[in-house]
């Protein structure tokens, strides 16, 4: 009996989750593409535009090469992404990782640094259903690792 109420109890659960998200094949329907605008609102305060863009030509401005004449160099390159928004990714790639950059102390190095940032990331076998009735692609907030410079730290051996 309390097995069968463990069920009944899990089944109404996992029914009432399923009427917000749709495996593809259980609708027969084609999903609405979500406006760049949409996405925006539903990354809210994620879209950091040092770092992002819609269009590749917001990064015009943007030097490609960093720390001239300093010991660790880096170059900007911007990637755009398939399943990922927003579209276009400014990254920072360090030239000489692990090249020795203190004549004096053979411990420093030059490193990549990074950080973490909020994006939407597309799963293309699931739907949403809006509050409009209206089935549209479904998009779940992750992260992505983002190259931000290159520096010259002691490192342990």
Same mark, same amino acid.
């Given at each position: 009996m309390i097995?069968?109420?463990c069920f009944l109890a899990f089944f109404v659960v996992n029914l009432s989750l399923a009427s917000k998200i749709f495996l593809r094949f259980q609708v027969d329907t084609v999903p609405l593409k979500m406006t760049d605008e949409m996405l925006t609102e539903k990354l809210g305060e994620g879209l950091i535009e040092e770092y992002m863009s819609l269009a590749n030509d917001s990064f015009k401005d943007i030097s490609s090469v960093r720390n001239k004449n300093q010991a660790c160099l880096s170059e900007d390159f911007? !990637?755009?992404?398939?399943?990922?928004?927003?579209?276009?990714?400014?990254h920072v790639r360090c030239s000489g990782i692990g090249q020795q950059c203190n004549k004096r102390d053979v411990s420093y190095t030059c490193l990549q640094t990074t950080i973490k940032k909020h994006v939407l990331k597309h799963d293309a076998n699931r739907i949403e259903q809006f509050d409009d009735g209206q089935f549209y692609e479904f998009? !779940?907030?992750?992260?992505? !690792?983002?190259?931000?410079?290159? !520096?010259?730290?002691?490192?342990?051996?």
């Open positions: 097995r069968t109420l911007v !990637e755009q992404q398939q399943d990922v928004f927003p579209w276009y990714i400014r998009w !779940e907030k992750g992260t992505i !690792e983002v190259g931000v410079g290159c !520096e010259c730290s002691w490192q342990a051996y």
